[in-house]
C-alpha cells in the first residue's frame, strides 16, 4: 500500500474504532482498540510506517498538549498546584532514580545510563490515556484534576531526565549542575516562549480585526497554527516545546475571558477542536499498534541482548518493570499525603484520613502512552566511536511492553476498584453556576432597560410603542432564569425545568423534521433549510 492509502485506512481505524469500543463488552479504554486496530493493519500493509520521532512530535503533540492546557479546569490547577508540581517533577525523578537502579539489577546487560533513560521515558504519564480510562471510571474531579495537570507537566520533566541519560550512555559523563541549569532554561524557556507567543498572536490578530475586519475562518486556522507557533520557538531557543504548548493552551483559557472572539467562531473553533482532537488523538494509538510488529520481531535481538534464551524472560521484565513502577507510584502518593496531613496538623486544620482505595486508584491512573514511544525511538543507532548503542532493541521492547500493560491494569483495575464507591457530591459547582446565572440575567435586565431608553430617544426610533412591548417579553425570560435559581424556590423549578427540557427537546425534532420535510419536497431551499436547522441545533445542544 502508498503511504497515503496508509494514512486513509489509519483515519478509517480512529472511526471504526469508536463504535467497536460501543460493540465491545466491558469497559475497554478506546486506545487499546484503537492500538488492536493498528497491529491488524501492520498485518495487512506490505510495508509499515517509518515513524520519525521528530515529525511525531511536532505533528501529533503540540494541538494535544496546547488543548488539554486550554481545557483543563484552573481553579483545580491552582488549588492543587502543589501536589501536581510533586507529582509532576519530584514524583519523575523519584521514578528515574528507582526504576532505573532496578532495570539495571534486573538486566545486568543494560548499562546503568540505558536503565536511566528506559526508566526516564516511562516516567511520565499520558493525557490521553489517563483521560479515555476516566471515561470509563468514576474517578472524582479533584482527582481528574490532579491527573491530568500531573500528566501536562511532567512529560517536560521526563524527557529532560531521558535527554541526560542518554547523553550520559553516549559521553560517559554526567554533570548535575549542568543538567539543573539547562532543566530550569528548558522549564522557563519554554512556559515564556508559551506565553509570549499567544499574547503576541493574539495582539496581531485583535489589531487585524480592527482594521481590517474579521474574514470568515481565519481566526480558526490562526488558532490552530498558535501551538506549533509556540512549540517552534520554543525548540529554537533550546527550551522544552512541549511546555511551551502547554502555556500556550493555558494562557488562549485566559486570553479567552476577554469575550473578543465572535459567537460564531467560538461554536465553530469548538467543533473544529474537537473534531482534531480525536484524529489525532486515535492516529497516535494506532500509529503505536501499526508499530508493534516491527517491535516485536526486535524481540529476537533483545533476547541475545538480555543474556537469557528463553521468551519468557521478556515478559518477565516487562511486568515486573511496570509493577516496581507502580510500586513507586504508590510509595510517593502515599508519602505526599502523609506530609499534607502532617501539614494539616501542624496549621491546626481538618484532618483527612487516607482512602486505601483512591490511594490505589491514583496508583493505578498512572497510564503511559504515546510520548513513551515517540521518545524511546529518538534513541541513537551508535555510540561517538561507532559501535552499536547498548540494549537499544531491548529498551523500546521494554518500553513499548510497560505502555501495553499500564493501559491494561489500569482499563481493567480502575472500573473495578471504584465501581461501589460513593463519592461526596462537589455542591460548590452548582452554587457557582447559580451565582454565574443569577449575576448574568441581572446584568441582562439592566442593559436591556439602559438599551430601551436609547432606542425610544434616539432618531431613527418609528414607534416608541414598540419597545416596552419587547423589553417586557426579554425581561420575562430573564426573570424566568432568576426563578429558576431562586434558592426559595429552587427545588420546584428543579423539577419543573427538567420537565421543560424534555417537552422543548420533542418540540425541537419536530420543528426539525418539518423543515427536512419542507427542504425534500422543494417548498424551501437548501439554504434556508441549513439555516433554519442550524439555529434547532444550537437550541437543542443548548438543552442537551
Known amino acids: 500500500m502508498d503511504s497515503i492509502e496508509v494514512v486513509l485506512i489509519m483515519m478509517l481505524a480512529v472511526v471504526a474504532s469508536a463504535y467497536l469500543r460501543r460493540l465491545l463488552p466491558g469497559s ?8 488492536g486496530l493498528g497491529a491488524l493493519i501492520a498485518a495487512k500493509s506490505d510495508h509499515g510506517v517509518d515513524l520519525e520521532p521528530d515529525l511525531f512530535f511536532l505533528a501529533f503533540l503540540p494541538p494535544l498538549l496546547f488543548l488539554d492546557g486550554w481545557r483543563i479546569p484552573k481553579s483545580g490547577l491552582l488549588r492543587d498546584k502543589g501536589t501536581i508540581l510533586e507529582l509532576a517533577f519530584g514524583l519523575v525523578v523519584f521514578t528515574v532514580v528507582g526504576a532505573g537502579f532496578l532495570i539495571h539489577w534486573m538486566i545486568p546487560a543494560m548499562p546503568l545510563p540505558v536503565a536511566f533513560a528506559l526508566a526516564a521515558i516511562v516516567s511520565p504519564t499520558d493525557p490521553v490515556a489517563v483521560s479515555s480510562i476516566a471515561a470509563g471510571a468514576p474517578i472524582p474531579k479533584r482527582l481528574m484534576h490532579i491527573l491530568e495537570g500531573e500528566s ?9 531526565c531521558f535527554r541526560f541519560a542518554v547523553a550520559a550512555a553516549l559521553t560517559g559523563t554526567f554533570s548535575l549542575q549542568s543538567a539543573t541549569l539547562t532543566f530550569l532554561w528548558l522549564v522557563a524557556g519554554g512556559i515564556t516562549a508559551g506565553v509570549g507567543v499567544t499574547w503576541l498572536i493574539t495582539w496581531v490578530q485583535r489589531w487585524l480585526t480592527r482594521h481590517f475586519g474579521e474574514p470568515p475562518g481565519s481566526p480558526i486556522l490562526v488558532n490552530l497554527l498558535m501551538p506549533f507557533g509556540a512549540y517552534l520557538v520554543a525548540e529554537r531557543l533550546h527550551a ?38 480525536f484524529s489525532l488523538n486515535g492516529v497516535m494509538f494506532v500509529l503505536l499498534g501499526e508499530q508493534l510488529p516491527e517491535i516485536f520481531r526486535l524481540a529476537g535481538t533483545s533476547l541475545e541482548e538480555s543474556g537469557h534464551m528463553s521468551r519468557w524472560w521478556l515478559l518477565v521484565y516487562a511486568v515486573a518493570i511496570t509493577f516496581g513502577l507502580l510500586v513507586l507510584r504508590m510509595a510517593w502518593v502515599w508519602a505526599s499525603l502523609r506530609l499534607t496531613i502532617f501539614k494539616q496538623t501542624f496549621r491546626h486544620q481538618q484532618r483527612h484520613k487516607i ?179 442550524r439555529e434547532i441545533d444550537l437550541m437543542e445542544a443548548r438543552y442537551r
Open 28 to 35: 475497554i479504554p478506546l486506545p487499546l482498540v484503537q492500538i
Open 152 to 160: 501536562l507537566l511532567n512529560d517536560a520533566s521526563g524527557l529532560v
Open 240 to 277: 522544552s516545546g512541549i511546555l511551551a504548548a502547554v502555556a500556550a493552551g493555558v494562557t488562549m483559557s485566559y486570553v479567552e475571558l476577554s469575550g473578543h472572539a465572535m459567537a460564531s467562531t467560538r461554536i465553530q473553533r469548538s467543533a473544529v477542536w474537537d473534531t482534531v482532537q
Open 355 to 533: 482512602n486505601p482505595r483512591l490511594l490505589l486508584a491514583t496508583t493505578l491512573a498512572g497510564a503511559r502512552g504515546t510520548i513513551t514511544l515517540a521518545g524511546v525511538l529518538t534513541l541513537p543507532l551508535v555510540l561517538p566511536d561507532g559501535r552499536p548503542f547498548p540494549a537499544r532493541a531491548l529498551t523500546i521492547f521494554l518500553a513499548c511492553s510497560v505502555i501495553l500493560l499500564s493501559l491494561l491494569v489500569a482499563s481493567i483495575g480502575l472500573p473495578r476498584l471504584l465501581a461501589s464507591m460513593t463519592f461526596p457530591a462537589e455542591p460548590e459547582e452548582q452554587q457557582e453556576e447559580d451565582l454565574a446565572r443569577r449575576a448574568a440575567a441581572n446584568a441582562a435586565i439592566s442593559a436591556i432597560e439602559k438599551t430601551q431608553v436609547e432606542l425610544m430617544e434616539s432618531d431613527a426610533c418609528i414607534d416608541p410603542e414598540v419597545y416596552p412591548q419587547a423589553a417586557a417579553r426579554v425581561i420575562a425570560f430573564y426573570e424566568h432564569r432568576l426563578k429558576e435559581v431562586d434558592p426559595e424556590t429552587e427545588p420546584g423549578w428543579r423539577k419543573t425545568d427538567s420537565a421543560e427540557k424534555e417537552l422543548r427537546l420533542a418540540a425541537l425534532a419536530a420543528e426539525r423534521r418539518t423543515v427536512f420535510d419542507l427542504a425534500r419536497h422543494d417548498h424551501i431551499s437548501d439554504e434556508t433549510s441549513r439555516k433554519l436547522v
